[in-house]
């Protein structure tokens, strides 16, 4: 049972952050015969933990499942989304430029195309 | 949780009514930025002023606003934003969400949250293609029980005689329903 003092998470944006060059679209097997790139991942993946604790304001969650492409990050908060995709440079990684968002009102999950101009970012 | 019976829409016309009366009924949708006095459950905006202007009003702060697609993938990275669900009745009006007014898609919205009584205040009725637009949304949810609420006024409105789940009230009435509970 949720406890009630416990607020419910709403997770209304996801984002995929590309695994390092080497790791992207790697089988199972192929993981299993190179644990140098499952170690690559893994330490990809709390590096990821940490930086997303240092600058996500509101709650945000790191999908647990597999994906061959990297990794998928859902965010509650629009502002922490526009952040994370702004200080790509920081950090030194790539994003997929896909945002995901679901409509709280129909529950309808829904991909938008990211554009980067000069100016900044926008959607299509 | 109990399922609420009516939902008011309350439009832009000025209102010489107290609105916490309807706030005891159920969710309120406003169109646009104004009735900035009373705090909403969802409003209606089609335009980037009244987006803007809503995201900096303290009274919407926890208000659902609904956009249509473009306006919405302008402001995605705004939490308080959603973009408007498909409504069937403007595919059939053979119009897009954009087009629409804000009043015809707070309307749109109150249908399409499926709840049977419908209250309009501070709607505009004087125009006519909001007018046309009130009639195609009523006959296209028959389902749905839409009353246009205005000051006591002893002069009849023959306008919603046709539709069967069209019909007119006032103030008073609407205080005296809140009453009864």
């Known amino acids: 049972m949720v406890k009630k003092t416990e607020k419910s998470k709403n997770y209304k944006y996801q984002i995929m952050l590309k695994w390092p060059a080497v790791c992207r679209n790697r089988s199972p097997e192929t993981l299993q015969e190179r644990p140098d790139l499952a170690l690559q991942m893994n330490n990809f993946r709390i590096k990821l933990d940490n930086v997303c604790k240092l600058i996500m304001r509101k709650g945000y969650r790191i999908d647990e499942s597999h994906n061959i492409s990297g990794l998928n990050i859902w965010m509650e908060s629009g502002q922490d989304l526009y952040d994370f995709i702004i200080r790509q440079p920081e950090f030194d990684w790539e994003i997929v430029p896909e945002i995901g968002t679901v409509n709280s009102l129909t529950g309808e999950y829904r991909k938008w195309q990211l554009i980067y101009m000069p100016t900044g970012i926008s959607v299509a | ?181």
């Open chain 2, 1 to 181: 949780m109990t399922k609420n019976t009516y939902i008011t829409v309350v439009g832009s016309q000025p209102l010489d009514f107290d609105l916490t009366v309807c706030k005891r009924l159920g969710p309120m949708i406003v169109a646009g930025n104004s009735h900035k006095n009373t705090v909403f459950d969802y409003a209606t905006a089609n335009s980037e002023q009244h987006v803007q202007d809503m995201l900096n009003s303290p009274s919407f702060r926890d208000t659902r606003i609904v956009v249509h697609e473009r306006l919405y993938k302008k402001y995605i990275f705004f939490d308080a934003l959603d973009c408007v669900p498909n409504f069937p009745a403007v595919n059939s009006m053979d119009l897009s969400a954009a087009e629409l007014s804000e009043q015809s898609l707070a309307l749109l919205l109150a249908c399409w949250l499926d709840i049977e009584n419908i209250l309009l205040l501070g709607y505009d009725i004087e125009n006519l293609t909001e007018r046309a637009r009130l009639l195609s949304i009523g006959s296209a949810h028959p389902h749905n029980k839409i009353v246009y609420v205005r000051k006591p006024n002893p002069n009849k409105i023959f306008l919603f005689d046709k539709y069967p789940n069209m019909s007119v009230t006032d103030y008073k009435k609407v205080s005296e329903m809140n009453k009864r509970g």
